[in-house]
């Protein structure tokens, strides 16, 4: 009878073994996302091993979980031979008197391995089969959802308090339009790899997202392009991580972040940490002769450059000293392709002056 017992038992523990793998792999998906959705929606950025430990994890506590269960023993395998197959018993009663002698016991084990050994293994069915279905479609559902995740679910920058005293900054058309441009450079660019090129774009595109949804001051505006920079930072060192990524490519990957990074404050006029502002005022009254696009008031003037009034087609009026840079650059790049020279720069400033000295006079 031991033979013949022996089909029906491997069948049942593959059975038992099949169920707990299904049941191991959806466990280790729903892990996986438990871990990703939260790391992505607070913008914590997790190294890839991280993620395949996760679910190795999830996947073994699945598979004991489901093994506790579904495991059986010969008793239970008996039984069960006994009520799918109407037996009336018979296993159950050789598998107890296995052992036991006389001839009505042996008699008794000869019917019921005769029985067992015509009849087929696949007259056994498989059961909690939907149990099965159901892991299974949780298995799809979350292998699915863990590329669409990583990939689409913006950060949630935590809301930052807007002091009432700190004016609403409205981001103009063209910051809009240049970060639009870099967005889509960073679409196009050939020079960093997949995983960073993806990660950039989701930050920048929650960025701007957040900018279009959100009312910001000066100073939360600060925050975000600075949270933005940190996140791409994070993206980059983490794509440079991966032990199958070339030199070449992390030095290609790095260059593209330092661009991407630097283009980002500097449309929102922010600087990088560590970079020393220029000066705002000469320390020597007059024009800086290394740098003659910078003016000064006339030497018997009492005027304070930054409060002298300029009038900006966006912004309206506003005071020197708060868009001196800003106009500087301007200058610098018009003098730079010629369409203004060093003379007539220095004269337009010192018109301009002299007329605002004797208008105050």
Not at 74 to 97: G, P
Not at 125 to 148: E, Q, R, T, W
Not at 301 to 327: A, L, M, Q, T
């Amino acid at each position: 009878m031991k033979e013949n017992f022996l089909k029906f038992k491997k069948k049942v523990w593959i059975e038992v073994l099949i169920k707990c793998a299904v049941a191991g792999v959806a466990a280790a998906v729903l892990a996986v996302n438990a871990t990703l959705i939260p790391c992505k929606l607070y913008d914590v950025q997790l190294f890839w091993l991280y993620y395949v430990l996760i679910g190795l994890g999830g996947c073994a506590l699945g598979f004991g979980i489901a093994f506790l269960f579904f495991r059986t023993d010969d008793k239970k395998i008996a039984k069960r031979l006994d009520a799918e197959l109407c037996l009336q018993e018979r296993v159950q009663t050789a598998l107890v008197y296995g052992n036991a002698e006389g001839a009505m016991h042996e008699l008794q084990r000869e019917d019921t391995s005769d029985v067992l050994k015509n009849l087929p293994v696949k007259s056994l069915h498989f059961k909690n089969i939907l149990a099965v279905a159901l892991c299974g479609a949780i298995f799809l559902l979350g292998a699915v959802s863990v590329p669409v995740s990583a990939t689409f679910i913006p950060p949630v920058l935590a809301p930052v308090q807007v002091d009432p005293d700190d004016n609403i900054r409205d981001v103009t058309d063209w910051e809009y339009a240049a970060l639009d441009d870099l967005i889509e450079y960073v679409r196009n660019s050939k020079k960093a790899d997949g995983p960073t090129k993806t990660g950039m774009l989701s930050q920048l595109e929650s960025l701007r997202s957040l900018l279009l949804s959100t009312k910001v001051s000066e100073s939360s505006l600060t925050i975000f392009v600075r949270n933005t920079v940190s996140a791409i930072r994070n993206v980059v060192s983490d794509a440079n991580e991966r032990p199958e990524i070339t030199d070449e490519q992390r030095q290609f990957n790095s260059e593209e972040e330092t661009y991407v990074v630097n283009t980002l404050l500097e449309i929102f006029g922010l600087k990088l940490e560590g970079d020393e502002k220029p000066p705002t005022t000469d320390p020597d009254p007059g024009t800086d002769p290394d740098d003659p696009i910078t003016p000064a008031p006339p030497p018997d003037g009492d005027i304070n450059i930054d409060d002298v009034p300029f009038f900006d087609p966006e912004k309206g009026y506003v005071k020197c000293g708060e868009v001196r840079e800003e106009y500087l650059a301007q200058l610098r790049a018009a003098m730079e392709e010629g369409l203004i020279s060093e003379e007539e720069w220095a004269n337009i400033v010192y018109t301009y002056f002299a007329n605002l000295n004797g208008n105050n006079n």
